[in-house]
């Protein structure tokens, strides 16, 4: 079962950046799919980037967010630029290693199977 290990969460003000890493316990070139999603307070766990040959976004990640794989490292990375108090949350990173990714899913929790335990970002106004 592959672990999923995030880091790089914190707290900044609005504007500010920061940089999300999700370490995997398997080979990240073996990954159908990988993606970002997070749960603010009150609210559903939404996705937010995710990457299959293609990179998707959420209208409220586009041109702000980034997401990228390093093979050598067997990391993924979420890039944040331009920090809103709205994108305050627990950030959680994904995979699926079992099954075909579907495109137009690719923000949805059920394209996967394993998950990490998150890490928090805080922005405050």
């Known amino acids: 079962q592959v672990q999923l290990v995030e880091s790089g969460g914190g707290s900044v003000e609005a504007g500010g950046s920061l940089k999300l890493s999700c370490s995997l316990s398997?080979?990240?070139?073996?990954?159908?799919?990988l993606g970002w999603f997070r749960q603010g307070p009150g609210k559903k766990r939404e996705g937010v980037a995710a990457?299959?040959?293609?990179?998707v976004y959420a209208d409220s990640a586009k041109g702000r967010f980034t997401i990228s794989k390093d093979y050598t490292e067997n990391t993924l990375y979420l890039q944040m630029n331009d920090l809103k108090p709205e994108d305050t949350g627990m950030y959680y990173c994904?995979?699926?290693?079992?099954?075909?990714?579907?495109?137009?899913?690719?923000?949805?929790?059920?394209?996967?199977?394993?998950w990490g335990l998150g890490t928090q970002v805080t922005v405050s106004s």
């Open positions: 398997k080979s990240i070139g073996r990954a159908n799919c």
């Open positions: 990457v299959t040959d293609k990179a």
């Open positions: 994904a995979a699926n290693f079992d099954r075909y990714c579907t495109v137009i899913y690719l923000l949805d929790e059920g394209e996967f199977e394993a």
